[in-house]
């Protein structure tokens, strides 16, 4: 927890508004993609979603799939995965941010859980075509029976692990949400397994890159891997674009 704190301070003490920012690429994005508005009804939608969550009674039995969360067990409420594991606030708001701004045709999204990501990535641009892959069978069923998104078309809740799926997947993705893979080594597996499913521009989203002394170790690998030339910390989570084209650059960026 420590670290933590100290990681936090250090993280203020160095994180950059966009006047900080030199490369032309990172500028525009600050000011462009990080200050969009998140319409009203996509609120009101994410909000009445995460509600009813909150307030069921339903129980889900958890499958052992990567570290999980600390503080649940296996069976688990809808209600606390939603409070715990579920993507809120500021964070969802920047995945409606991202797919609104880069408009991807393709989004991938490792670790569904009950969907709340995934609402913001579709409510950004709904057009995209959407494939969540969760590894969980009870959680699956959960989606494909209450989630608001069960019926659209461009919107593929998918049962299997990770590194099947993309063993599997022959898809080339503009985003992927990786949120599911707690550790140093899924992590990096994950991200070697991904290189083929990149182009030079693909955003790739980190969730919870200090979410363990293991994650960020994971996490300054990535920053200091050549593959890489443009990585963004957003404390929480962190951006990857392969960008090769441009000089190698990271940014700690204030959001
Ligand atoms: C933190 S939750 C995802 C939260 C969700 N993306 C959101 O925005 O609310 C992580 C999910 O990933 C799943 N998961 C973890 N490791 C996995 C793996 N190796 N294969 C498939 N699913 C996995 C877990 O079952 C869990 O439901």
Redesign the pocket.
Known sequence: MLYLVREYINYRLKAKHRHGVHSPFVYKFNNECLRLNVDRASRENFKSYFKTLRGSTSTIE??D??A??KKLGTTRCVSKIAKV???QGKY?NLLYRLTRYFEPENIL??????????LMLHQGHPSAHITS????ED?HAFLLAHHPLKNEKNVHFCR????SYLQQSKNVFDLI?I????NQE?TLKILSKLKFHLHEETIIVL??IRWSTDMLKAWHEIVHDSTYHLTMDFFKLGIIIPRQHQAKEHFIIRY
């Open positions: 958890m499958d799939w990567g999980g969360s594991s579920g993507t969802a999204e490792l670790g569904s859980s009950l969907g709340l990501g995934t892959v969760e590894g969980c959680t299997n692990d990770f590194l949400f949120d599911g893979a707690h899924m969730d919870d």
